[in-house]
């Protein structure tokens, strides 16, 4: 009797959902007319992955865009860059769908943030919302499509997030049926490295790059190599490209690298830099994907064999190399080609500089320097050539600190002491990389004698000095008081870069926002078409010099 009762209740156990289930939800589309995307999943970027789905909205903005699935508004962001204007919708799945770039939002979320820009006087807004405040139906219109912030073109940027972790799912199995492709990802390069110091590739220590439209030679190689991939996938009805969803590599037929992406981990999407040849990114923009998993890539987009991808040729034959790729339909294509097992001499490594460690904290210092790289910022070990250039006139010196590109993960302290100070107030120095003739603002701050500023990327830096004011250039002002929409005011600043800005119109904050360059009106409802007005706009910098012009029209 009790073996019984105990076979019942385990059978109860497993038909019965548990009380903290989450409730599978159908997702639908965001449009009433057909899907076609501009950008897939898991496609590569400079510095992260592609996020979500880019929804093409018939080359105008202003479409209504539905939830996907019931839930509720748990956000609104707005910001000068990125999304440009998002709303996030938690789902019942514990997930949250996101929909980024829309112009405006449904009234009350609209109602909602606009109380907010006017009550704090800014364009910056990150609301959240509970459960209760602003709950939605699948199908239910929470705003229209638009083009804000890091968009080139009208579209919907569709992203699915595991609510609780923020990981990114890929949506594409939810709506494979609602698009059509037939079309296989196509290759373009293929490439082959040696693994420095342990490797040759046709007697030499350095990368080829093999065009596989043009040629079928096969490559002699010896020792410790890995190889890598460019390729495209097509979709039908449209001339865009998007990134492979597979790629998996096999050599003599035995599997030793695959990946897949199906989903990103929050804190992984830099990691892309690892899993790119980011030398290669930096010289042609041309995009490789690594067939090699660095000790520090914790990507889990990745599988590997015990050996990281690293192949070893060591004897005299034919190696055969078999890319197999697929994309998200199913669609498969085929690469072959053959790497020559051929002895050649292997150059070794010259240790050039200091040998910083991927798996642990790296100190670098020089006179008038100090920069701390934590552990995990590195992806694998890299030699680091440190000099001093130095200048009379300048500030301070140029420190380069030459990586060979190698890519950092996050943010690091560096921290540069100052030679001459042409002015006292030390809220006017700011740290700049220099890239050719070229200064890039960093920013940073005075302490204790040293300015210090948080870098993500290696290179030469110094210290500038910025007094001077932004400036503000009204654009088209003899339409303004006839049309509103048409107030724009071109807003550059030569140094330390724009920190903030306020636009007063007859004495009351009027709303504009900050687009590509240009100040432009977010809200023409405050200003009477047909009458004078007096305009007051303030912008400042990073160091905090200000400029001001007051503009009638």
Not at 351 to 369: A, D, H, K, Y
Not at 383 to 412: E, M, Q, T, W
Not at 447 to 455: F, Q, T, V
Request: proline fraction near 5%; charged fraction near 25%.
């Amino acid at each position: 009797m009790i073996r019984k009762i105990i076979c019942v209740l385990c059978l109860c156990a497993f038909i019965l959902p548990s009380k903290g289930q989450q409730k599978e939800c159908h997702y639908a589309s965001p449009f009433d007319f057909p899907l076609l995307l501009s950008a897939n999943f898991g496609e590569l970027r400079p510095n992260h992955f592609h996020n979500g789905l880019d929804i093409k909205t018939q080359g105008v903005t202003g479409k209504p865009v539905k939830a996907i699935a019931d839930g509720y508004v748990s956000r609104v962001l707005v910001q000068h860059g990125g999304y440009g204007q998002a709303v996030y919708v938690a789902h019942p799945d514990g997930r949250t769908s996101v929909y980024g770039h829309v112009e405006r939002f449904v009234a009350g979320l609209q109602k909602r943030v606009r109380a907010y820009q006017y009550e704090y006087e800014t364009f910056l807004c990150d609301l959240h919302f509970g459960p209760e405040e602003f709950p939605v139906k699948q199908g239910q219109v929470i705003a229209l499509s638009g083009n804000e912030g890091a968009s080139a073109g009208p579209h919907l940027h569709l992203e699915l997030r595991d609510s609780k972790t923020g990981d990114f799912i890929d949506p594409m199995p939810y709506y494979r049926g609602m698009l059509k492709d037939g079309r296989s990802p196509v290759v373009s390069w293929v490439a082959v490295y040696p693994v420095l110091g342990k490797g040759m590739v046709d007697s030499s220590a350095c990368r080829k790059l093999l065009n596989v439209q043009k040629t079928t030679k096969a490559v002699e190689a010896w020792g410790k190599i890995y190889t890598g991939i460019s390729a495209k996938d097509y979709m039908d009805g449209t001339s865009n490209f998007y990134g492979v969803h597979s790629v998996k590599l096999f050599v003599d037929d035995k599997e030793v690298f695959s990946s897949c992406t199906d989903k990103v981990l929050a804190g992984e999407n830099r990691m892309i830099n690892s899993f790119i040849d980011f030398q290669e990114l930096m010289r042609s923009r041309r995009l490789i994907m690594r067939s090699f998993k660095a000790p520090g890539n914790q990507l889990e987009l990745i599988r590997t064999s015990e050996n990281r991808g690293v192949v070893d040729i060591c004897e005299k034959r034919d190696y055969h190399f078999r890319y197999e790729l697929e994309d998200n339909f199913g669609n498969k294509s085929v690469c072959r080609f053959i790497v020559k097992g051929a002895p050649q001499e292997i150059v070794p490594v010259e240790e050039e500089g200091t040998l910083l460690r991927w798996n642990r904290m790296n100190v670098v210092q020089q006179p008038g320097m100090h920069l701390i790289i934590p552990r995990g910022m590195l992806y694998e070990d890299v030699y680091l050539k440190k000099d001093i250039s130095r200048d009379s006139s300048g500030v301070s010196f140029d420190y380069i600190l030459d990586a060979g590109n190698a890519p950092l993960h996050s943010y690091c302290t560096l921290a540069l002491g100052i030679c001459r100070y042409p002015v006292a107030d030390s809220t006017k120095y700011y740290m700049v990389q220099k890239q050719g003739s070229k200064c890039i603002p960093v920013g940073g701050k005075m302490e204790n004698g040293w300015l210090k500023a948080s870098i993500r990327s290696l290179g030469t830096f110094a210290v500038e000095v910025d007094t001077l004011a932004p400036r503000i250039i009204p654009q088209g002002k003899v339409n303004w008081r006839k049309n509103p929409r048409s107030i724009r005011l071109k807003v550059s600043d030569s140094g330390s870069g724009i920190a903030s800005y306020k636009v007063r119109i007859d004495g009351k904050f009027v709303l504009f926002g900050l687009k590509r360059g240009a100040l432009v009106l977010v809200d023409s409802a405050r200003i009477v078409a047909g009458k004078p007005h007096i305009m007051e706009v303030q912008v400042i910098d990073q160091c905090g010099n200000i400029a001001k012009e007051n503009i009638r029209f």
